[in-house]
């Protein structure tokens, strides 16, 4: 499949699944990422949604936080959903006791920022970026931009302000998970930066 772009989707816990088969959909070549050496042969990484705390500890046991932070300081392009916006953000408010994230976005993200009575529900939100319809977004005990540094930018916000997607350079990282309601725009938008640095 010459041409396609090589992306993975980290695959230590979380809607793995989802993401791969929606990235296939829109003619990537996918791989499954859990080692280094898996890392490396692709192009850009997608990191689900799912329990961050998790994804963090067995990152680390994997040894792929530090392979994942160098890629990602060597401008590779990552999308991250949910839990992995949280994976993504350089300052987390609520993390349990000693979790750790990647780090790369400029921002300060709450996990868990939306209680429990409204832990999961759905918005349509305006993406002036993509252009066309509105988002249809799904929440589920989903994180919260608290502050965005002047290295990141938002690209979506709630009515209430709330902040829930950012960008920065070749990452992006949203509140919400866009591959269970058949939102392809925002991976598409990581498949064209994976195939302007390849
Ligand atoms: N609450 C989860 C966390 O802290 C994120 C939820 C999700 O990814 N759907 O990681």
């Known amino acids: 499949m010459a041409g396609s772009p090589r992306v993975g989707v980290l695959a230590l816990q979380g809607d793995v699944r989802e993401h791969a088969a929606l990235l296939a959909g829109l003619g990537a070549e996918v791989e499954l990422v859990r080692r280094p050496a898996e890392l490396h042969a692709v192009d850009g990484l997608v990191i689900p949604g799912g329990e961050s705390s998790v994804i963090d500890k067995l990152s680390r046991l994997f040894g792929m936080q530090g392979p994942i932070r160098a890629a990602i300081d060597a401008g590779v392009p990552v999308l991250g959903t949910c ?57 589920i005990r989903g994180p919260v931009v608290e502050s965005v540094g002047p290295a990141a930018s938002v690209l979506a916000s709630l009515d209430d302000g709330r902040v829930v997607a950012v960008e920065q350079g070749a990452l992006l990282g949203l509140s919400f998970h866009p591959e269970i309601t058949g939102e392809t725009r925002f991976h598409r938008r990581f498949l064209d930066r994976v195939a302007a640095r390849v």
Do not use: C, K, Y
């Open 83 to 139: 839990a992995g916006l949280i994976m993504l953000a350089d300052r987390l408010v609520d993390a349990i006791d000693g979790q750790e994230s990647f780090g790369g976005l400029d921002v300060t993200v709450r996990r868990n920022a939306f209680g429990r009575q409204v832990e999961s529900f759905e918005a349509d939100l305006d993406v002036p970026d993509l252009g066309g319809d509105p988002v249809h977004a799904a929440f």
